[in-house]
């Protein structure tokens, strides 16, 4: 008689990635919907099948637009994605989720279509060379005046011109249906207050940073979203919907020569600019549609939405994973006071009409009395949770961004005591630039470090070296990079050398047992100046004095 004997999901030999990974473009379905940090899907697929076999789980707690969680079913695993944020959830599902083309299609140009005939006539302007009404394309607006247009004439092609009476009249009759049909409360849109942690100008409500034009179409577009019967249907629409706010807002900084506008939101903050963009609605709604369909089109045949559990709850409670039920963990967590994920997010989870528990929320925020003690205590629950329901001898590798020593000491801090041992580190390149390093290119971190961690009951914890100087070691440390490098050091390559190095000698706080500010110190020490190398500028940190420091 012969013996079944049952499957052993033996736990893969594992060597951890110890070198960059060249990061690759978005494909089409990464780009459906905007979504801050979003990781190179490259890296994260070869992080995953390094560290697993196929139907093996990986967890994601902190899960945001969801590429650790598409990656994982894309290539045979199962996967559980957990996120706080509602928008997070709603971008992964509606990525995953199966989908009818016909009826995607079908139900877009009825609404679309509607809404056009009724409101088109508010984006007409004339033709300044042969008068013909044509459709508005852009517009910009200065101090909150109409002052550009950019249209595109059925004779005579695009055209830019001064905004005169007529457009100051069309826009008019646009203020004037939407005061009548607001009054009627025959519209949808959300008044919130605007979080005082995002807030960077004088708007102090979500309806602030749209037109009375742009609101009385947006308001109209999401109630016909929202009687769609088919729930699917209905989510991507809402999906093409959110996607296009940020473009179809004032947040759009416009350049009144080209009479264009930037292509998405530039900073990570609410802000309206003196000079921006008023962008016509039905062009960029059917541009979104095209893109989620391009990407729907590209995904739907590589994923199992039944492989994928998403979640919309807090971290620091796993309470519905079993205990050693996973098999790897890759994540990025809140980066404590770089983005502020959750008030960004109200920009989107407002016009869905989600509840946000802002309260469970994992940030540095002042303004909410959010200090490092409350993101120190509540990062120590989730890694202790994340400890517990990872199976023995595996990994969680977790991403991480911030040049804030009391943010890293609250990470590090909380790895520790959850028992987690680290076993490499690796500076990690991104796949484009963020919105801020692109304000802000001469003095910020181009990539991440990936921090390995291994579960294992049975290696006795690290010793914890003894506490050193942080600001001597930074000075020594930094002043001899200099030196080796030619007479100066690039910002990136200089955090991706001194963050492991405070980190792996407990380096955080200086003499008198305070928490350092690195770039206190930088600045005090060091000069920072632009340098041009084989005709290409940048900036750089040298030496003041030409002499060595000694400590």
């Not at 990656?71 to 957990?82: D, L, M, P, Q, T």
């Not at 960077?200 to 109630?223: C, D, M, Y």
């Not at 000698?505 to 041009?532: C, H, Q, W």
Request: charged share 25%.
């Amino acid at each position: 008689m012969t013996r079944l004997r049952a499957k052993i999901n033996r736990p893969k030999s594992v060597t951890p990635i110890t070198e960059n990974i060249k990061a690759q473009a978005h494909p089409a379905h990464y780009l459906m919907h905007k979504y801050w940090g979003r990781k190179p899907h490259n890296v994260i697929k070869d992080y995953i099948l390094n560290h697993t076999n196929p139907g093996d789980t990986v967890l994601d707690p902190f899960m945001g637009s969801g590429v650790t969680i598409i990656e994982s079913v894309k290539n045979n695993r199962r996967a559980i994605g957990v996120d706080l944020n509602p928008i997070a959830c709603f971008i992964v599902q509606n990525t995953l989720d199966k989908w009818n083309e016909g009826g995607f299609l079908k139900t877009f140009n009825r609404i679309f279509n509607k809404n056009l005939k009724r409101f088109s006539v508010f984006y007409n302007t004339k033709c300044p060379n042969c008068k013909t009404i044509s459709t508005l394309e852009n517009s910009i607006w200065e101090n909150d005046f109409l002052v550009k247009i950019k249209g595109r004439c059925p004779k005579c092609g695009l055209f830019k011109k001064n905004a005169d009476n007529f457009d100051q009249e069309v826009y008019k009759k646009s203020t004037a249906l939407f005061k009548k049909l607001d009054k009627a409360n025959r519209l949808y849109y959300p008044k919130d207050e605007v979080l005082k942690y995002v807030k960077r100008n004088g708007k102090s409500h979500l309806n602030e940073f749209f037109s009375e034009r742009a609101l009385l179409i947006l308001g109209t577009l999401i109630k016909d979203i929202n009687e769609v019967r088919d729930k699917k249907i209905k989510n991507l629409l809402l999906m093409c919907f959110t996607s296009m706010l940020p473009n179809v807002s004032k947040m759009i900084p416009g350049n009144k020569e080209t009479v264009n506008g930037r292509s998405g939101w530039v900073i990570s903050k609410l802000w309206a600019p003196k000079i921006h963009t008023e962008k016509n609605i039905f062009t960029s709604f059917s541009g979104r549609f095209n893109k989620i369909r391009t990407g729907k089109s590209e995904v739907v045949d590589m994923v199992n939405p039944g492989r994928a559990k998403i979640s919309n709850s807090s971290a620091d409670n796993l309470g519905t994973i079993k205990s050693k039920s996973i098999d790897y963990i890759f994540t990025d967590p809140p980066y404590g006071d770089s983005i502020a994920y959750f008030g960004l997010s109200m920009f989107w989870n407002a016009w869905l009409g989600r509840k946000v528990n802002y309260e469970k929320e994992i940030i540095y925020d002042p303004y909410r009395n959010k200090k490092y003690e409350d993101y120190g205590s509540k990062m120590n629950l989730v890694f202790k949770e994340l400890f517990r329901v990872l199976k023995d001898k595996r990994y969680l590798s977790f991403t991480f961004h911030n040049r804030n020593l009391n943010i890293w000491k609250a990470v590090m801090d909380a790895v520790r005591d959850s028992g987690f041992y680290i076993d490499s580190v690796v500076y990690q390149e991104q796949a484009v630039a963020s919105g801020t390093q692109g304000l802000n290119r001469k003095n910020t971190l181009r990539g991440d470090f990936v921090y390995n961690l291994r579960k294992d009951i049975d290696r006795i914890p690290p010793t914890i070296k003894d506490i050193q100087d942080a600001e001597s070691l930074i000075i020594r440390n930094v002043n001899n990079w200099i030196n080796n490098k030619g007479g100066y050091i690039t910002p990136d390559t200089l955090y991706s050398k001194l963050i492991p190095l405070l980190v792996d000698n407990n380096a955080y706080t200086d003499k008198m047992g305070r928490v350092v500010d690195i770039e206190k110190i930088l600045k005090n020490n060091f000069k920072y100046n632009p340098i041009s190398d084989n005709g290409i500028s940048y900036y750089a940190w040298q030496n003041i004095y030409k002499r060595a420091y000694s400590y």
